[in-house]
């Protein structure tokens, strides 16, 4: 059976343990809580030996884990093991192996699945396999838009009131970073421990602490995605943080380098496979290649060079009164931007 976190919760409180379930999601806590939700079932039934296998897709060690799921227990009756899937694909080999376990599951082992990423073409025999005989939780990740409804349904589980503004307010403050959203959350209730009124937003402010994500990986998705004034938000919390130019740079750099030689490549895939980059940032990239040309790529990878001498100091002539932060701002606008290239001198 396929069930959301909630359900999931519930029916392991309802039901014994069962021989197989699948976690399943790029939002990290959330695949952590509902994993740890099976964990504690099982420990609350008795099982006492857990043994956890990293299944690396290029070299995943499925002997390993079978010889494991058949050998039997010398310390305990029942016992949990965890199958992790690094890139959310178990492969032919590992599809058929799960398949196999769940037509004939051996009656001391529960399997527990978790896939550290997810999209619908991940699914397949393997996996209804799994929600036929246990459980397949699928966690997608909770949009912008979704935050407050799910940050409002977190403070109701922590027997806490807000007022929709409040809870926009924390929603706003956390900017979809979920794990510093339920820290807040959980300060808030040890803070109000037998408060019985409804958080208002002047409330809220006071008590919460300004978790928004202002760090680079954030501010070069944002720039590869367009979102401009994202850019310019994520950059100000950064510089107010007391980041240098040359130290945000790198990542940049990076992120540039792989969009052109992405914006060459002939073939997309072929080219994200050599790179080594996951499924769920190709996306990302392939919004950036359909902005700017490789040739535009190419410029932009040059002036992230002029701005880093900027920074240091080194500048070409002309360039002497030039605010590296102003430049470092209106580089990433221009890959955020078709028309925002002209910024750059």
């Known amino acids: 059976m396929e069930l959301n976190v909630d359900r999931l919760t519930a029916q392991l409180q309802a039901e014994p343990l069962r021989s197989v379930y699948l976690v399943a999601g790029s939002e990290p806590l959330l695949v952590l809580e509902a994993a740890d939700a099976i964990r504690a079932a099982a420990r ?17 060690d499925w002997d390993a884990l079978e010889a494991t799921i058949h050998a039997p227990s010398l310390f305990a009756s029942r016992r949990l093991i965890e199958a992790r899937l690094t890139t959310g694909k178990p492969g032919q080999d590992g599809a058929k192996r799960i398949a196999r376990f769940c037509a004939d599951p051996p009656p001391d082992v529960t399997l527990l699945v978790v ?18 005989l246990g459980h ?15 940050v409002g349904h977190r403070l109701r589980q922590r027997g806490l009131k ?6 926009a307010h924390l929603a706003q403050r956390v900017e979809g970073n979920l794990l510093a959203a339920a820290q807040e959350i959980d300060k808030l209730a040890l803070l109000l421990q037998g408060e019985t009124g409804t958080l208002d937003v002047a409330r809220m402010e006071a008590l919460v602490a300004d978790s928004a994500r202002f760090n680079v990986f954030r501010l070069t998705d944002a720039a590869l995605n367009g979102e401009a004034a994202q850019v310019s938000r994520i950059l100000t919390g950064l510089r107010a943080e007391g980041s240098v130019i040359p130290a945000l740079m790198g990542m940049l750099v990076r992120e540039l380098t792989v969009v052109l030689a992405l914006s060459r490549a002939r073939n997309f895939a072929a080219e994200c496979k050599t790179l080594k980059i996951w499924e769920s940032k190709q996306a990302v990239y392939k919004r950036a290649l359909a902005r700017h040309p490789p040739e535009r790529w190419q410029h932009l990878l040059r002036e992230a ?7 240091k100091g080194r500048v070409r002539p ?24 002209r910024l750059l001198a």
């Not at 039934?45 to 043994?51: D, I, L, M």
């Open 44 to 60: 609350a039934q008795g099982v006492s030996e857990r043994e956890v296998y990293e299944l690396d897709a290029n070299d995943p």
């Open 115 to 132: 896939a550290n990423d997810w999209k619908k073409d991940h699914a397949g025999k393997w996996s209804e396999a799994i929600a036929k």
């Open 136 to 150: 397949a939780t699928v966690i997608w990740p909770v949009k912008l838009h979704e935050l407050p409804g799910w």
């Open 318 to 341: 002309g360039r002497e009164s030039f605010d590296a932060w102003v430049q470092f701002e209106r580089l990433l606008l221009a890959v955020a931007e078709r028309g925002a290239l």
């Open 162 to 167: 807000a007022s929709p503004d409040a809870i």
């Open 305 to 311: 060079g002029a701005v880093d001498r900027i920074s």
